[in-house]
């Protein structure tokens, strides 16, 4: 179903591959590992390895499969790729570690797991790359042309993402990675902490997209005697990330899940009567992510999202409304753009955050 990712997710999913650029054939565009909507944390890399998609050269299939393809999606071409198959790819892309994940992930998860209490197989953390594009053959045995033109044609989009999700810890493993992170404008390395064990490695932090970036030279799942460092890693990103986040623990969320989605007004109804009489929440969501969408709901006029900060007392005003059997609308924003979901005409609405993911032409009526 599109209406369930952001648009800016669809456009990415249903784009064309640069031509002479050695991408997988018949594979696509890689926006997440894991439900990129939902984490405050990422971990990211450079681009996916060819080995989410081949095996011998050959496309994976069936319970193998772990990305969508061309032939998964029923999509002749790129130019068969509609906003539904990109609906399909960017499903696949969340659903990911429920099916096949690659074993290169599970170093990574322990980290996560001991320093943050996140993990890639809770959808608390996801993985994203600076490329979304699988290539054959590997990133460093490309061209240095191919290489730029990969990051220049998808960098845009990882800065849009990073912003718009509101992740607030990224962490980057390996020098590799750190170097062309930082080569993209993403972020800006300052070396904190070594750890001189054989492999020597460095830990640095940075600031970048409104996150905390954190970054390790050595590469844990390639480099021999690197694993020796995971336990000072493990330290060294809750001594960081725990500054960050106020020491709080990653995995203590509010009741609603980031990314929840309901597909009726009524079932939204339903479930905030549940949580107004059931939690102490003052907000929807985690005000560290301010205004972002935090949960969404279908309506006669197309998908809303309820931003995080969307407060108690405004949704008791609304299920009051709600209960005499008030009709919602849609009417302009302060900007005159008319995508606002209010429950009353007449109230200033002050703590309700609701909005159309695409614009009306005019003020109307919703259910």
């Known amino acids: 179903m599109p209406g369930k990712w952001p648009q ?55 319970d193998q499969r772990r990305l969508a393809t061309l032939q998964s999606i029923e999509a002749g071409s790129y130019e068969g790729v509609d906003e539904a198959k990109a609906a399909e790819i960017i499903d696949d892309c969340s659903s990911y570690f429920e099916r096949n994940p690659y074993r290169w992930f599970n170093v990574l998860d322990r980290i996560l797991t ?27 045995e490309l061209r240095r042309d191919q290489q730029e033109r990969l990051l220049e044609g998808d960098r845009d989009f990882l800065r849009r993402q990073l912003t718009h999700e509101g992740y607030k810890v990224v962490i980057v493993n390996g020098a590799t990675a750190m170097r062309w992170a930082q080569a993209a404008g993403i972020v800006t390395w300052q070396e904190t902490d070594r750890i001189q064990a054989p492999p020597a490695a460095r830990f640095s932090v940075g600031q970048g997209e409104g996150a905390l970036f ?23 990103v809750k001594k960081h990330a725990g500054n960050e986040l106020g020491g709080d623990r990653m995995n203590e969320q509010t009741s609603f899940e980031r990314g929840t989605h309901f597909q009726s ?7 905030l009567e549940r ?14 992510f301010g205004r972002a969408p935090w949960i969404s709901f279908d309506t006669s006029a197309g998908i809303a ?26 009417i302009a924003n302060n900007r005159g753009k008319v995508n606002k979901v209010v429950f009353d005409l007449s109230d200033s609405h002050e703590g309700w955050y609701s909005y159309l993911r695409e614009p009306l032409d005019a003020p109307q009526e919703i259910s």
């Open 8 to 62: 800016y997710l669809l456009e990415r999913a249903a784009l064309r591959p640069p031509e002479d650029c050695a991408v997988v054939l018949g594979s696509t565009p890689v926006v997440s590992f894991g439900h990129p909507l939902n984490p405050r944390v990422a971990t990211l890399g450079i681009n996916p390895s060819s080995g989410e998609f081949l095996s011998g050269g050959q496309l994976l299939q069936g």
């Open 114 to 140: 001991e320093a943050l209490g996140v993990s890639y197989y809770h959808k608390t953390t996801c993985h994203l790359d600076l490329v979304q594009w699988a290539t054959d053959p590997i990133w460093k």
């Open 265 to 271: 007004r009524a079932q939204l109804v339903a479930a």
């Open 305 to 330: 999202d309820i931003n995080a900060d969307t407060r108690r007392d405004a949704i008791e005003r609304m299920l009051r409304q709600t209960r005499d059997g008030q009709p919602w609308h849609v």
């Open 214 to 236: 954190l970054g390790w030279s050595c590469n844990l799942q390639s480099q021999p005697g690197a694993l020796r460092h995971v336990t000072p890693l493990i330290d060294l």
């Open 275 to 288: 949580w107004v009489t059931d939690e102490n929440d003052e907000t929807i969501g985690d005000l560290k």
